[in-house]
Every structure is written in structure tokens, then in C-alpha cells.
């Protein structure tokens, strides 16, 4: 038995959905919003800051009953894109109610289950209007394209992964004799919008940068890293199609390959 | 009469230059060509003196192609070595690394790779070391930039109306079992000197002569219409390999440049010689455009060179828009270039006692 306080925001639900029934528990919220929790992205309009939620997990995953969640919801002000932390900087992390109230109540739990900042972190880089270019490993039919050495790719994965870090900081800081797992995010979806503009394969080098950058955070801070199961994803490392849902995001199939991993290390 | 006495003032030392005030010396009074600041568009390589023209370039509104720009993603202050000329060769002291790449860049000879990690575990092109001062990752990154980086001179020859490529040392090194030559002896800036594979070749005469006509050859090729303008520079050596004194190292470098670059523009009507070593080494300077260290060129040397350079070859004005697949420098040129131009060197660094 271990109790999981789980937090994230739109990457936890393939993760919530594969565990159990969780949007019965923001019923009484959402009805206070007036929102229609039955749609599928209907959770995101209610307003779930701070707050710490019971998770109703189904039989297989009985062993992590008395489990919570908390849903940091980016769609409600005054949530930030990168929604637990609002400024970093000379050393300072300031970081939202949202984080600080989680963290008060997370305690309780055995382990802490962070699925902060999934896909943001590297389509944040992608959706940049950045002229194209090419890095590590190099398409051999990309020779025009400006090569962009493993250094400077490093450097701006660091700068995107900073904000999930210093999450990760505050977490640590907070709790340092818990265990904190990490949940790494989703890579690209093959066949992503054509009017994003970014070769494919230069979306899962982003993916795969960002990646790195995560193994080395969280290493150093003691965090646990689960990773994606191979099994989800191409030769070419995109999220194969059944596992997904919608563009970034994994899908409840996804969701439940996470729970097995996690469900392995408890 | 004899021809002589219809000759203009300019070929007579006693009318042109002795008493002459030194600003009103006429250097090069007979132009093949002369440029277009409205129109034409300038690319600039070869020696540490390349440097400073097309720095002064483009501060007095001249158009020069930058065909390696510095992507958004690569900090602006990072080691990427953009902007120092229009492409990241580096310097190009001898007409044997000028050839050697505009073959490459155009496909002639199958690109060159050979790459050697420095003390700090960086990669870094033998041909080029110091062009790219933060060095690669990995040597598949070495790799992808000298590919990108070839294609790029090839599109810079390609799309320049004008090619200004000063020459520098005649004194190289070169890889014995595959051909290749070096900006600068392996192992002083990386590497390691092997003496069974490194070699000193001091090019003569004939041997300058063939690598200029070759690579003309080869511009005209890519690029019909490209006028291609020669300086020699004024800037002595710092070291030389042969066992002689470096004056007369210097000296002797010079003067095979010097006259190889007569040859050509005897030979090439697409050829033209601008005479910025005369301005700065001519006895009529007395050195005073010479830094202390009696080698480098002063500011104020360069300045003076460009305003010659300005009056009897610039014609027109205006800043029209260039259709080339390569940008403009930025103007006036960065500062981050500027505070480059007199570090950039390779050959500084054979002389340990100035790095």
C-alpha cells in the first residue's frame, strides 16, 4: 500500500484515467463553475487551485487506494502557462498558491507523483517561429539546413526545462525525505498539424533534448524518473497514434502503461 | 618625344609623392573596375587584414554578404564566430587554403574532414581551427557545419558581385598523406603535430600563380559575372618555419604575393589589384601606420586605406535591395565583431610569448 499525491494538469489525465474515477470527485466544483465535467476537456474549466482531491481507484491498482490528486489548472487565473511556478531567477523560485497548498497537504501521502510540465516543454520550443534548422543525430537530407551543435541545443532545452526543475526544487525542498517520482512527458504525435512548420524529426530531437535535460534534474535532485515505455512509441520516436489523444497528449491507453511503471516501483 | 612625356603625374615618384602632402598621394590611379555602393555586394576573405576591410566595409554603408548568420538559437554571446567574414572559414592566408575550399565549396574535390578535439574535449575543424571559437560537441557536429558551411561559401561565390580576398603568407603546412593544408601548424591551436603527416611548404611563385588561376577558374564557373579584387596585406609575419629571419620571411612572402597578384591582373580581365600594402609598407608612410609591435596595422591605417579605397573605387550610393540568398551585414557592424578583429588570428598564435 502507498498513497500517491499525485499533481500535474493536462498530461495527469491519461495517468487518472488509466488509475480510475477521478472527475466524480470535482463534480461539486464543477457544478459551482456550472460546467459540464462529461466533456472531455470539461475539467479544465473548473476551478481546482490549490485543492486536493480523493482518487477513486479502480481493483487493479487497489494498492494505492487512499491516493489524492491535485489539478493545476492553467485555463484559471492567475495560473501561469508553466502553471506551479511564476518567476525564476538569482536563486529565487516564486511559485503559486496552487504548489504551496499541495505541498502542505502532501506530506500525508507516501509518495509524491509529479506529472508537471509534459509536452509544453518542448512544443513550447517547437511553436517558436525559429527559421528551421537541424542538430545531432543530422538527417542525411537536411545538408542546406544550419546545423545547431549539441551545445546550443542543450542550452535552450535547460532554459525550457527550467521551469519544471525549479517545480521540482520547491517539491524537493518542501519534502526532502519523501519520495518524488517524475513522469516523463509524451513525445511529438507523428502527423502533428502541418502548420506547425517543424519537421518531424526535429520535433522528437526537441523531445529528446528536453528529455535529457529532465534525466539530469532529476537526478540531481533525487527525483524518480519514470519514462516512457518504448512500447508506446515509433522506431522514430514519435507517440504512436493508438497511444495518443489529440496532438501532445496521451491517451488513457497511455495512461495505463504509466500506471503499470508506476504501479512496479511502489 | 618619347612616351615618357605624356605619362601622368601618378607614374612619377618626384611629382606624386615626394612633397606631396600623404592624403593627396594618388595610390591607384588607374582602376580595371570600380564598385557600386548602391549595387554591388561584397564578400570578403583571406588574412587577418580581410578582416578589418570588410569591418570598415561595411561602417562606411558598403553591402557585405554574410552567408553564415547566427541562428536564433545560438546565444548571441557564444563562441559561434559569425560575422568575422562572410563565411566562418576563418583566416585564408594562402592561396593553397583559398583554392582548396572554393574547390570544396564547388563541388570539385570531395569535402575535406578532419576534425581534432581540444584539451577542453571540443571538437574543432583542422581546416578552420579557430573559426569557430566554442568549438563542436561532437565530431558529427564538426561534421554537419562543414558540410552546411560549404554549401554556404559555394552560395556566398555564387551570389557576390564582388570577391575581395587579401593575401596573406606564402609559408604553410600541410597533411602529407592527404593533401590537405592548414591555416595554422596542427597542434598550436589543436591537435597534435605529427611530423611523419605535417609538413612545411613554403608555396612559390608558380605554386600561388596556379591556385589563383584554378579558383578563378572555378568562380567564374559558379559565378560569370563576379569581379574579384586582390590586396596583398601589409601585415608582417609573426613567425616563419623557414630558417631565416622572419624580415626577410616577410619580406620575401610578400613579394611572391605581390607579384603573383600583378600576374593575375595582367592575365585576367576580371582581375583587379588594390594597393592597400603599398599605402600602409610603401617607404612613403615612413611606418607610421604600423602598431607598436612594428606588424600589425594601426587604426588609423586601415581608415586610410578605406578612404583611398572609397575614392578611387566607389562609385554610386543608396542601399538597394539585394536578391540574394544571403544576408547583409548588419550595419554598422557589431560591436561583438569589432572587439574580434584584432584577436582573430590563427597565426597569432605561433609565438607563444603573444597569445
Known amino acids: 500500500m502507498a498513497r500517491l499525491a499525485i499533481i500535474g494538469y493536462c498530461q495527469t489525465v491519461a495517468l487518472l484515467n488509466a488509475l480510475g474515477s477521478w472527475r466524480e470527485a470535482l463534480r461539486a466544483d464543477a457544478a459551482l463553475s456550472g460546467v459540464d ?17 480523493d482518487l477513486c481507484v479502480d481493483e487493479p491498482y487497489s494498492a494505492l487506494r487512499g491516493s489524492r490528486f491535485s489539478l493545476l489548472n492553467p485555463s484559471v487565473p492567475p495560473a501561469a502557462r508553466f502553471a506551479a511556478t511564476r518567476g525564476i531567477g538569482d536563486g529565487q523560485i516564486v511559485y503559486t498558491k496552487a504548489l504551496e497548498t499541495f505541498l502542505a497537504q502532501a506530506g500525508a501521502s507516501d509518495v509524491i507523483v509529479s506529472v508537471m510540465n509534459g509536452s509544453e516543454l518542448y512544443s513550447d520550443l517547437l511553436w517558436r517561429d525559429f527559421p528551421d534548422f537541424d542538430c545531432f543525430p543530422y538527417d542525411q537530407d537536411q545538408p542546406d539546413l544550419p546545423p545547431i551543435d549539441a551545445l546550443y541545443v542543450a542550452q535552450a532545452a535547460q532554459q525550457a526545462a527550467s521551469w519544471l526543475l525549479a517545480t521540482l526544487i520547491v517539491m524537493r525542498q518542501a519534502l526532502p525525505n519523501h519520495r518524488i517520482i517524475h513522469v516523463s512527458p509524451p513525445p511529438p504525435v507523428l502527423g502533428i498539424s502541418p502548420e506547425r512548420r517543424v519537421r518531424p524529426s526535429l520535433q522528437v530531437k526537441w523531445y529528446r533534448a528536453i528529455l535529457e535535460r529532465i534525466r539530469i534534474d532529476t537526478q540531481s535532485l533525487g527525483v524518480e524518473l519514470i519514462e516512457v515505455d518504448a512500447e508506446t512509441m515509433t522506431e522514430d520516436g514519435f507517440l504512436k497514434p493508438e497511444f495518443a489523444d489529440g496532438e501532445t497528449r496521451g491517451n488513457v491507453h497511455f495512461g495505463r502503461r504509466l500506471a503499470r511503471d508506476l504501479l512496479s516501483r511502489i | 618625344m618619347h612616351p615618357y612625356q605624356s605619362f601622368p603625374r601618378a607614374q612619377f615618384w618626384r611629382r606624386s609623392v615626394t612633397g606631396q602632402a600623404f592624403a593627396d598621394i594618388d595610390f591607384d590611379p588607374a582602376p580595371k573596375f570600380v564598385f557600386d555602393l548602391g549595387t554591388d555586394t561584397f564578400a570578403t576573405a583571406g588574412s587577418c587584414f580581410a578582416q578589418h576591410f570588410g569591418r570598415a566595409l561595411v561602417d562606411r554603408g558598403g553591402r557585405l554578404l554574410i552567408a553564415e548568420d547566427r541562428h536564433p538559437i545560438v546565444p548571441k554571446d557564444a563562441g559561434h564566430g559569425y560575422g568575422v567574414f562572410s563565411a566562418r572559414y576563418g583566416n585564408l592566408y594562402t592561396t593553397r587554403q ?60 555564387q551570389s557576390c558581385t564582388v570577391f575581395v580576398f587579401t593575401l596573406g603568407l606564402t609559408e604553410s603546412w600541410q597533411n602529407q598523406r592527404d593533401g590537405q593544408s592548414y591555416g595554422v601548424c596542427p597542434g598550436v591551436v589543436a591537435g597534435t603535430f605529427d611530423p611523419e603527416i605535417h609538413a612545411f611548404h613554403n608555396l612559390s611563385y608558380v605554386e600561388c600563380l596556379e591556385d589563383l588561376y584554378t579558383t578563378f577558374d572555378i568562380l567564374l564557373a559558379l559565378n560569370s559575372g563576379i569581379r574579384i579584387l586582390l590586396t596583398v596585406s601589409p601585415v608582417m609575419l609573426v613567425a616563419t618555419a623557414e630558417a631565416r629571419g622572419v624580415v626577410q620571411s616577410s619580406v620575401a612572402s610578400k613579394s611572391v604575393l605581390r607579384a603573383v597578384a600583378d600576374h593575375c591582373v595582367r592575365d585576367w580581365p576580371n582581375v583587379d589589384y588594390f594597393p592597400s600594402y603599398e599605402i600602409i609598407a610603401g617607404p612613403q608612410s615612413r611606418g607610421a601606420f604600423y602598431d607598436g609591435d612594428l606588424r600589425e596595422v594601426r587604426e588609423d591605417g586601415v581608415q586610410f586605406v578605406m578612404n583611398m579605397f572609397f575614392k578611387s573605387r566607389i562609385v554610386g550610393g543608396g542601399s538597394g535591395a539585394a536578391a540574394s540568398p544571403v544576408s547583409e551585414a548588419p550595419e554598422p557592424w557589431s560591436v561583438e565583431a569589432v572587439q574580434r578583429v584584432k584577436t582573430d588570428c590563427d597565426e597569432a598564435f605561433l609565438d607563444p610569448d603573444v597569445r
Do not use: C
Open chain 2, 98 to 157: 583559398l583554392r582548396e575550399l572554393v574547390q570544396q565549396a564547388a563541388g570539385v574535390t570531395a569535402p575535406v574532414f578532419e576534425f581534432v578535439q581540444r584539451p577542453d574535449g571540443r571538437w574543432v575543424d583542422a581546416l578552420r581551427p579557430r573559426a569557430v571559437p566554442d568549438g563542436f560537441s561532437s565530431e558529427a557536429d564538426a561534421r554537419a557545419d562543414r558540410i552546411f558551411h560549404l554549401g554556404r561559401v559555394r552560395a556566398l561565390l
Open chain 1, 37 to 53: 465535467l462529461n466533456a472531455p476537456t470539461g475539467w479544465e474549466q473548473v476551478n481546482t487551485e490549490g485543492k486536493l482531491y
